[in-house]
């Protein structure tokens, strides 16, 4: 049988290797505590490493998905994906070792740095420390958002809401909601859209 041609103008997502068996909560708990531990800088970073790359349990699609989608949740995107990832493979128990594996130990940490900073907060030193430390973060934060864009490869229309919502949250300020209730149904219209072209 002859083969149906592809339209000109479809995306084709980029292959990608199989993924690895449903995690359980004892393996949700450990992948969740190293991404903690390791999330200097942010650990959205770090899991989203740890799903896709190392531990091959979602593709970089179905995790940019979770991520946006706890990006619009109240609460931090990253405890939100947590619950969300963890929920999915392995239920309620896999939703608390997920969010307990990447806040225990953190917490930890936490209480150890707050206890140092309140003797050495006024040293020069450690506020010049502190300032290079949130531009490393920053840079990686920028990094891992390039990282992924250049994996899932969106249309041009998708990238333009992006640079909008980037724009209108950066320079015009405009809360986080509004971006939410405004683009959010363009963007939807524009994937039906091009959806029903590629058809």
């Known amino acids: 049988m002859p083969t149906k041609p592809v339209p000109r103008n479809a995306v084709s997502p980029p292959e990608e290797p199989p993924l690895n068996?449903?995690?359980?909560?004892?393996?949700?708990f450990v992948a969740f505590a190293k991404a903690?531990?390791?999330?200097?800088?942010?650990?959205?970073?770090?899991?989203?490493?740890?799903?896709?790359?190392?531990?091959?349990?979602l593709t970089e699609r179905?995790?940019?998905?979770?991520?946006?989608?706890?990006?619009?949740?109240p609460g931090p995107n990253v405890g939100n994906a947590a619950v969300m990832i963890g929920r999915r493979f392995a239920g309620l128990p896999g939703s608390f070792a997920a969010?307990?594996?990447?806040?225990?130990?953190?917490?930890?940490?936490?209480?150890g740095l707050v206890l140092l900073w309140?003797?050495?907060?006024?040293?020069?030193?450690?506020s010049s420390f502190m300032h290079g430390l949130a531009c490393a973060a920053a840079g990686m934060v920028i990094g891992n958002a390039f990282r992924m864009s250049g994996r899932l490869r969106p249309p041009p229309e998708q990238i333009a809401v992006g640079l909008a919502a980037a724009l209108a949250a950066a320079w015009f300020r405009v809360p986080l909601p509004v971006i939410v209730l405004?683009?959010?149904p363009v963007s939807i219209?524009?994937?039906?859209?091009?959806?029903?072209?590629?058809?």
Not at 21 to 28: A, N, R, S
Not at 189 to 199: C, D, E, K
């Open 21 to 28: 068996p449903p995690p359980g909560p004892g393996q949700l």
């Open 36 to 57: 903690g531990l390791m999330g200097f800088g942010g650990a959205q970073i770090w899991v989203r490493r740890a799903m896709v790359e190392e531990r091959r349990w």
């Open 62 to 73: 179905d995790y940019a998905e979770v991520l946006g989608l706890g990006q619009v949740l």
């Open 99 to 111: 969010t307990g594996g990447l806040y225990l130990f953190p917490l930890i940490v936490l209480m």
């Open 118 to 126: 309140q003797g050495f907060a006024d040293e020069p030193l450690v």
């Open 182 to 184: 405004v683009l959010g």
């Open 189 to 199: 219209g524009l994937v039906v859209w091009r959806m029903r072209r590629a058809t």
